[in-house]
């Protein structure tokens, strides 16, 4: 079993910045491709980014390219999103998730096994 767990969300006005982690404990984390994915009340999930176990392969959803990046420090069991220049439309709960071991990452919410409670974020105006 692998436990996620995010945190760094919280309220930011339009434009803003917030970096989201993704902690993980139980087992080995590095050979795990992870992936961030979010939620807004009345739609469905929607993938975010994605990151290989190597952390040298990653791919964005169209409407965070260029303003999220994702990465990951395998020593601290962590992944990582770093998001800029905000907008409204980006509020949701952000979800991570962690695959089996050594599966390619994805874009679609059912290759992932593992998955955290999620964190809350919220652009305004």
């Known amino acids: 079993q692998v436990q996620l767990v995010e945190s760094g969300g919280g309220l930011v006005q339009a434009g803003g910045s917030l970096r989201l982690s993704c902690a993980a404990s139980?087992?080995?984390?590095?050979?795990?491709?992870m992936g961030w994915f979010r939620q807004a009340p009345g739609k469905e999930r929607e993938f975010v980014a994605a990151i290989s176990w190597s952390g040298l392969t990653t791919f964005y959803g169209d409407s965070v390219k260029g303003r999220f990046t994702i990465s990951r420090d395998n020593d601290k069991k962590t992944v990582y999103l770093q998001m800029n220049s905000l907008k409204p439309e980006d509020t949701a709960v952000y979800y991570c998730?962690?695959?089996?071991?050594?599966?390619?990452?994805?874009?679609?919410?059912?290759?992932?096994?593992?998955w955290g409670q999620g964190t809350q974020v919220t652009v305004y105006s």
């Open positions: 998730a962690a695959t089996s071991a050594y599966k390619a990452p994805s874009s679609s919410w059912s290759e992932y096994d593992y």
């Open positions: 139980g087992r080995t984390f590095s050979n795990k491709a």
